[in-house]
């Protein structure tokens, strides 16, 4: 992806463009997509991370990991972080097994 989008929702409409917008929710037992499809860790690999440092606006301070899934899915899981998180501990501990794609 270009190097110029620098905002969230920037990357969200590319992601979208290219059908690549499957959300990944984290339900406390793995991640549910909006087809109520469950994955586990394993069966997910983060092929990229994007980090958003809100300069300008604390509220966009968020990691958007990007993910396929084993069944070819490609999607993304959001996280606020700092005192804008949303997640509990699993969530970090889910996205922490998650193997990382190398490049």
């Known amino acids: 992806m270009p190097d110029t ?9 590319v992601l979208r463009s290219k059908k690549m917008d499957t959300e990944f929710r ?3 037992q793995g991640f549910v997509t909006d087809s109520k499809k ?3 860790p394993g069966q997910l690999v983060i092929i ?3 980090r958003f440092e809100g300069m300008s606006n604390p509220s966009d301070m968020s990691i958007l990991y990007l993910i396929k899934a084993n069944d070819g899915v490609i999607g993304y899981s959001i ?4 005192t804008y998180s949303n997640h509990e501990y699993e969530y ?3 996205i ?8």
């Open 96 to 103: 922490r097994h998650i193997p990382v794609m190398r490049q």
């Open 26 to 28: 984290f339900s406390g």
């Open 92 to 94: 970090y501990e889910a």
């Open 38 to 40: 469950l994955y586990m």
């Open 48 to 50: 990229q991370t994007y």
């Open 79 to 82: 996280d606020a972080y700092g």
């Open 5 to 13: 989008m620098t905002t969230l929702s920037q990357v969200l409409e």
